[in-house]
């Protein structure tokens, strides 16, 4: 049981969370499940041996000379001491036990805590006891004793049943997934365990199943419900071609979808590696709590030692002082300190991950209740980045609207930009032929350049121009350069026509930009687009600035300037080309994501194309500081008011008992635990 040392719940999160780094693997599954049986063993554990050592306190109880005394009844036998010591010997070994090898095990691990405090409390009070049976003068006190082990003992319970709360939050993502999975193999469907699922295996989901991979529909319609992976109540209509994600349940509709993410790939696993990689790590608050911890236990000890020496040199009653010594050092346990900040890490991980929240960087997420400023990429954040093809503009003679089409439909074929799946899917509307393309060049924040019909194509902005000491071609009045981002389409050096797409502004940015106003942070508008474009986004927005044709290079730029002014900044983008300006920010955050969580530089994503999210992720950030903040005071404050109580100050007025000192101790760790609980993202 040295793994039970329990110094800390951040030990028991983390144990707890080890089987699910590949919660889809046979394995790992049988590691999670081996594990979970383990770790409710060794609650209940604790729960036993309360029960056992509570039926032998009761005849210790009524053998105590001091509470024979207090009663008013008197119990004497031959042999009466010995029975006494016997009894008593039994609950310290058996009772006590989870205690003393807490005690090695920190003591191994060069981490005194919690389990040294309690272990060296009962064991000199063990030992002076049976030394008063064998002639030392002295009341024992083997009833504080075993009422002490007991409290204890429950006290453990109660913490170990709040702990495991938190991971419980995780495990209820790893029970998303359905155990077994319908696939299509010669022509017949057949059911395989979950773990034998392949990559590109075409899959039957039937109403009211569970979707057991990432994957895309091929056939039928249904209504998906996403909420515990998006945070999304609302069911999603899924139809042919579309994503589906693990873990989300199929509404009434039967689906056939070929499967693009199984087993670790899945978009559920990476959630959950996140949220483990998240709960492991440990910010500036956590560690400010661990060294606080430390030092309350060199302080328990120090005060137990000193209160020894004070009364007894006082009152040369060894008994009284040895009493204070064991109640000071149980009183001042400083368990509730070290499950103060796991608890809420691990509950605010999980909850913020069911709700489409991924935190990677845990100092960046409490970090945010102290921006100041945001930075938000237009396209694919505030705008829905689906751009649509407006107009084509053929300017030379030599080839047609369709033409311009096609080849720069052809040049931009292997982009991920928005742009140019825009064109791309003009083309496909269109019913037009794609040309064969080499020579294919992705020139950063300008555009691309590709060899079709072994002429050179450049579908690019006005940066180009910019970029290439060029005047910018006059546009056509007929162009809302407002609303419209253009792309001039150059053949072999020519300018011959210019393509215009347009971007919708989300619906809920608007209200985001309200929500960041009213927690007076300020928000800036950042784009490649000319500046009519992010003039008119800006202004409709109500932002307070904004900044056009600007480089993806720049972006980083942008952001320290802010900094250098000594704004604490967020950087707000979509991660494709915004990855320098995420790592520069003091938070970096990554929307409109979608199912991809690679987002590496980013601290925090979120998985919904939402603006909204933003204001909530920054507020729900502020809720758990506080929550943090709230835990830290309680469990400090607890132990200034405990220590002297426990140390005599109040004597004879008043005087805490070793077992009331561990109720209290107990207490304290178990208001900390729920006060974490009530943490809710709104």
């Known amino acids: 049981m040295n793994h039970l040392s329990n110094r800390t719940a951040e030990h028991h999160i983390k144990k707890a969370h080890r089987a699910h780094d590949h919660p889809h693997q046979k394995e790992q599954s049988n590691d999670h499940y081996m594990h979970d049986k383990h770790a409710g063993h060794h609650t209940q554990d604790f729960l036993k041996r309360f029960w056992i050592c509570l039926v032998f306190t009761i005849p210790i109880l009524l053998l105590s000379q001091m509470i024979q005394q207090w009663i008013g009844f008197e119990i004497k036998f031959t042999g009466a001491n010995y029975l006494l010591l016997a009894l008593s010997t039994f609950i310290y070994v058996y009772g006590g036990m989870p205690f003393i090898k807490g005690m090695f095990s920190e003591i191994k691990d060069k981490a005194i805590g919690m389990m040294t405090l309690v272990a060296l409390a009962i064991t000199v009070a063990f030992v002076y006891s049976v030394a008063t049976i064998f002639g030392l003068k002295g009341m024992?006190?083997?009833?504080?004793?075993?009422t002490l082990i007991d409290i204890m003992l429950l006290g453990h319970w109660l913490e170990m049943k709040s702990v495991m709360v938190a991971s419980?939050?995780?495990?209820?993502?790893?029970?998303?997934?359905?155990?077994?999975?319908?696939?299509?193999r010669n022509n017949e469907t057949v059911d395989i365990p979950l773990q034998d699922l392949k990559h590109d295996e075409t899959i039957l989901i039937k109403p009211g199943e569970k979707i057991p991979a990432d994957g895309i529909v091929?056939?039928?319609?249904?209504?998906v419900n996403e909420s515990m992976l998006t945070g999304e109540s609302v069911p999603v209509e899924k139809t042919k071609d579309e994503k589906v994600i693990a873990g989300s349940v199929n509404g009434d509709g039967s689906i056939t979808v070929k499967v693009t993410g199984a087993g670790k790939d899945s978009y559920l696993s990476k959630v959950i590696g996140l949220v483990q990689s998240a709960q492991s790590a440990k910010s500036?608050?956590?560690n400010l709590a661990d060294k606080v911890a430390k030092w309350l236990t060199y302080i328990s000890i120090v005060v137990g030692a000193a209160t020894f020496i004070y009364w007894f040199s006082t009152e040369g009653n060894i008994s009284f002082a040895l009493e204070r010594m064991v109640t000071v050092m149980v009183t001042s346990c400083p368990h509730a300190l070290g499950v103060a900040i796991p608890l809420v890490v691990a509950l605010s991980t999980s909850i913020s991950a069911m709700h489409g929240l991924l935190i990677r960087n845990r100092t960046a997420f409490e970090n945010a209740r102290k921006l100041t400023t945001i930075i938000f990429d237009k396209t694919g954040t505030l705008t829905k980045g689906s751009h649509e093809v407006q107009k084509i503009i053929a300017l030379s003679d030599k080839f047609k609207e369709d033409e311009i089409l096609q080849f720069a439909a052809t040049a931009q074929q292997n982009s991920e930009h928005h742009i140019a799946h825009?064109?791309?899917?003009?083309?496909?509307?269109k019913k037009l032929p794609l040309y064969q393309s080499e020579n294919f060049q992705y020139m950063k924040g300008i555009g691309v350049s590709a060899t079709v019909k072994n002429k050179r194509i450049i579908a690019a902005?006005?940066?180009?121009?910019?970029?290439?000491?060029?005047?910018?071609?006059s546009i056509p009045q007929s162009i809302d350069q407002n609303i419209e981002t253009v792309i001039f389409v150059l053949i072999d050096k020519e300018l011959s026509g210019i393509i215009t797409l347009a971007d919708q502004v989300r619906e809920t940015s608007a209200g985001a930009i309200l929500q960041l106003k009213k927690m007076n942070i300020k928000c800036f508008l950042l784009t490649g687009d000319n500046e009519k474009i992010a003039a008119a986004v800006a202004n409709k927005l109500g932002m307070d600035g904004y900044f056009s044709n600007v480089l993806p290079d720049e972006k980083q730029i942008k952001v320290k300037e802010f900094q250098n002014k000594g704004e604490v900044v967020a950087m707000t983008g979509d991660g494709v080309n915004d990855a320098p300006a995420l790592a520069q920010a003091d938070v970096g955050i990554a929307i409109g994501s979608g199912t991809d969580v690679a987002a590496e530089t980013a601290d925090i994503i979120l998985v919904n194309s939402d603006p909204e999210d933003v204001a909530q992720m920054i507020s729900f950030g502020k809720a758990t500081y506080k929550k943090m903040i709230q835990n830290l005071v309680w469990a400090a404050g607890y132990n200034i008011v405990a220590i002297p109580l426990a140390a005599g100050v109040l004597y004879p007025r008043f005087l805490l008992s070793p077992a009331m000192g561990a109720v209290l101790m107990s207490l304290s760790t178990v208001v900390v635990a729920i006060n974490a609980k009530l943490l809710k993202l709104q």
Request: glycine residues 6%; aromatic residues 12%.
């Open 422 to 429: 825009g064109i791309l899917a003009k083309l496909k509307e």
């Open 168 to 184: 419980k939050a995780l495990q209820s993502l790893v029970a998303l997934l359905p155990n077994f999975v319908h696939v299509k």
């Open 218 to 223: 091929l056939d039928g319609a249904s209504y």
């Open 284 to 286: 500036n608050t956590q």
């Open 140 to 146: 024992n006190f083997f009833w504080e004793l075993a």
């Open 461 to 473: 902005g006005p940066n180009y121009f910019k970029q290439n000491n060029l005047q910018l071609p």
